[in-house]
């Protein structure tokens, strides 16, 4: 990925999912910038926006839920907005930019191990 100097530089180390998710949601917003302003963009992108966000955001609920259950719950919102978002960037326009193509690829990918993250938490918090 090449560096974008608004973002915040990624850690080298591993770090966990909540970091994972945050630089996830902020990669969506700078992608989100390169893209062509057409109306089906504008209105694919604010859900494609609200739904990266969610992912972290109900990560980080399910870590501070008050029981089993709300904790499962969170993390099956969180699966679910992964998905979400993996649908919008599918859904994107990327104009004919190869740079843009190859990061709404990269952006798919992520969606897909965080996808498949949530799912394995999933399965051993039963």
């Not at 963009?41 to 008050?66: F, H, K, M, P, T």
């Not at 104009?95 to 709404?104: H, I, K, P, Y």
Request: charged fraction near 35%; glycine fraction near 2%; include cysteine.
């Amino acid at each position: 990925m090449d560096q974008n100097p608004s973002l915040p530089a990624e850690p080298t180390k591993r770090y966990d999912l909540e970091d994972r998710t945050f630089f996830f949601a902020k990669r969506v917003r700078a992608f989100i910038k390169r893209l062509p302003r057409t109306l089906a963009n504008v209105e694919d992108c604010r859900q494609l926006v609200n739904a990266s966000g969610s992912v972290g955001a109900n990560y980080i609920e399910a870590n501070e839920a008050l029981s089993k259950k709300d904790f499962r719950m969170r993390i099956k919102i969180s699966r679910k907005e992964s998905k979400e978002s993996r649908y919008w960037l599918r859904l994107v326009d990327c104009g004919a930019e190869e740079s843009v193509e190859q990061e709404r690829i990269d952006l798919i990918q992520e969606c897909t191990e965080l996808l498949k993250i949530l799912s394995a938490i999933l399965v051993k918090s039963e």
